[in-house]
């Protein structure tokens, strides 16, 4: 078997994983759930699972790298778009308003993850991954917060690190706290920020 062919199998496999994982979590809960679970439902016997992960920890984490990965790619999308500062960043929360819609069932593991990530130290690789993540999605909402400056959108004295902390940081991340929130509520106070940066026309 070739090598091309070999990692064809491999990145296979932990897709079915990660699959079965998502459905155990979505089911028992992050806590409630064993890599025995997960690899009865994968197809698998629980010796193989631990072939491709270490433990539920980097399966979790997976998850919500791949998960990031897409966040980088619609908010690198919407920085891209010939438009105001102002409406990029309410172009952020209404897509991340759509992908609830269609992905509520994510919250459950991303909430168990902002509580245990700081217990997964032996995870080196995936943590460096969210890192790298994270800090990409701050530098475009800092890159849009400029360019909402450049062109007028937003007020001059807005602090665009400080904003952007404010809209996503590891912890707490403000447009993400959608996933969790009343939507009604969440709107309220979202307009509230806009309003508050926008600038007097």
Request: glycine share 2%.
């Amino acid at each position: 078997m070739s090598e091309l062919r070999k990692q064809q199998e491999v990145t296979f496999k932990k897709k079915l994983i990660i699959d079965a994982a998502k459905i155990i979590f979505f089911d028992k809960g992050f806590e409630n759930s064993t890599m025995e679970d997960i690899a009865h439902k994968a197809g698998y016997s629980k010796g193989s699972l631990y072939s491709y992960f270490n433990s539920k920890n980097e399966i979790c984490f997976t998850i919500v790298n791949d998960y990031f990965s897409k966040i980088v790619d619609f908010i690198q999308e919407i920085a891209q778009r010939d438009t105001s500062g102002l409406k990029k960043i309410v172009s952020i929360k209404e897509a991340f308003l759509q992908d609830y819609a269609q992905n509520s069932q994510f919250c459950n593991i991303y909430e168990t993850f902002k509580y245990h990530r700081s217990q997964c130290t032996e995870i080196q690789d995936e943590i460096s991954i969210n890192e790298s993540y994270n800090e990409r999605i701050k530098e475009l909402i800092i890159q849009i917060i400029r360019s909402g400056i450049e062109d007028k959108s937003l007020k001059q004295t807005v602090d665009p690190y400080k904003l952007s902390r404010a809209f996503w940081n590891e912890k707490n991340c403000f447009i993400a706290e959608v996933m969790f929130k009343e939507i009604n509520a969440y709107d309220y106070l979202f307009n509230l920020v806009i309003e508050s940066i926008t600038e007097d026309v």
